[in-house]
């Protein structure tokens, strides 16, 4: 990361030089051709900053997308809004779903011949439409994304205020809900689509453009220029599939399942392997990226302690295994929110909304693999060979636990502590630790060994009769 950010100072540095002394404008094209997800938003980020730092005139997206994640066309959208420099969108095929909400929070759109911008309905994998609550979000968010460019205000004889959207909120707002009806646009029961000419006419495109060049030259009136584009690094594609939210859950699922397989067989062994694996992926790219600091991976490491010190120290589940599991989370959702000490002013809900849902996704995907694998190590398949399976007989000398104390069962004593139900006896001057088998026992009274069992001696107390 760091190496990359010194060839953009020194690439920005040489360009900035050149372009000055000639006065050339510079450019800078960022190609969204894919599906809208992780690896997008990187692209837009990386693109959006370089553009900065080499001082273009403007941005260019290149566009010719189906849509994507709408959390990451959100993000690609406000990136945009609040850009300094102009962003312009060339749609060179298609911009539908999530990208005709990136299209739309652009300055300028420009499409060719043959285009498409709309039906922005919210659907999940297999295509079908989501329940209103998503709709919802999206028709607020398109909306709002329409308003930003803003509106004329004038006002009627009878002194109402009358708006003129640059673009109209509420064809926006069409193209994710099939009930708006706009007359002379769209019927009830469709979701709107405009092709390019359509766009024109309704103040959704500023023209009609056959490449980027013709888009420059005619619609900017830029004829002498230098035309930069993002070119995405092998670590941007790494990247952008290591902070997917679907592979960070996986990843979460592979540290909880890791971390409790390996604390049923004690050992630095096979699980332990995985799970630091998937947390070094997990954490990783995050904090070489900035968006992770190092004290959140502290945060979650001392949960982990807690964790082990509760199970491997203290008996039974309290306050360390409490805290242990609260570090814990805390730790894996602040990692993917990009706050500053915990200063969240810069970070949108649904940033923190989409953290929260990749982690507790990840925790119920791990209890499910806890509880399947628990099923499976140690019979048939590939996870047989990760349990013990040889018997250790008595006839072979060995023994399950020590019989030096088996003598005991049936002598008397006293207690010398409390038992609650733990503590110690005395018989024969002898000190012991024992259980009391039933409630507790107070100081001094007199017990009798009942039973000698994984190591440890049961006592009861002696009723006079």
Not at 263 to 275: D, N, W, Y
Not at 419 to 442: C, F, K, Q, S, T
Request: aromatic share 10%.
């Amino acid at each position: 990361m760091k190496i990359r950010f010194f060839l953009v100072l020194i690439t920005a540095f040489t360009i900035y030089n050149t372009l000055s002394a000639q006065n050339v404008p510079l450019i800078y094209k960022i190609n969204l051709k894919k599906e809208i997800g992780s690896t997008s938003w990187i692209y837009v980020r990386n693109g959006l900053n370089e553009a900065d730092s080499l001082k273009a005139s403007c941005i260019i997206l290149h566009m010719n997308t189906y849509g994507g994640a709408v959390l990451y066309a959100d993000s690609i959208r406000t990136a945009i809004l609040n850009n300094p420099i102009p962003v312009y969108a060339f749609i060179d095929n298609n911009a539908a779903s999530a990208g005709a909400l990136i299209a739309i929070a652009c300055d300028s759109i420009y499409m060719r011949k043959g285009a498409n911008i709309g039906a922005a309905t919210v659907v999940d994998q297999s295509g079908e439409v989501l329940p209103d609550k998503y709709q919802s979000y999206m028709r607020a968010t398109i909306r709002a994304t329409a308003e930003a460019h803003g509106a004329d205000t004038t006002y009627t004889a009878q002194g109402d205020t009358l708006l003129t959207w640059r673009r109209d909120p509420k064809i926006a707002e069409a193209m994710v809900d099939e009930r708006i009806c706009i007359p002379q646009i769209i019927d009830s029961g469709k979701i709107l689509t405009f092709t390019a000419q359509e766009a024109i006419k309704h103040h959704y495109c500023e023209g009609v453009a056959e490449n980027i060049d013709q888009v420059i030259t005619d619609k900017l009136h830029i004829n002498e220029y230098v035309l930069k584009e993002y070119k995405p690094t092998l670590y941007d594609e790494i990247k952008g599939f290591l902070v997917n939210p679907a592979f960070q859950a996986i990843l979460i699922m592979l540290i909880l399942a890791g971390i409790y397989l390996e604390m049923q067989s004690p050992g630095i062994g096979f699980p332990l392997a995985i799970a630091i694996t998937a947390a070094l992926l997990y954490f990783a790219p995050l904090y070489i990226d900035g968006v992770a600091a190092y004290w959140e991976i502290i945060l979650f490491l001392i949960g982990v302690a807690c964790m082990a010190v509760e199970i491997f120290v203290i008996p039974g589940f309290g306050l360390a295994g409490i805290a242990g599991a609260v570090f814990m989370l805390v730790g894996l959702i602040l990692a993917t929110v990009n706050n500053v000490d915990f200063n969240f002013d810069p970070v949108h809900a649904s940033d923190i909304n989409r953290s929260v849902l990749t982690v507790v996704c990840g925790i119920a995907l791990g209890f499910f693999a806890i509880l399947y694998l628990s099923n499976k190590i140690g019979k048939k398949g590939f996870l047989r060979r990760i349990a013990l399976n040889t018997s250790q007989e008595i006839s072979a000398g060995y023994i399950g636990v020590p019989e030096d104390m088996q003598h005991l069962v049936g002598k008397t004593g006293i207690a010398s502590t409390i038992l609650r139900p733990a503590g110690r006896i005395i018989i024969d001057n002898e000190r012991y630790d024992a259980v009391a088998l039933y409630g507790y026992i107070e100081p001094e009274t007199p017990v009798k060994v009942v039973k000698y069992e994984n190591s440890q001696l049961y006592v009861t107390i002696i009723k006079n009769e």
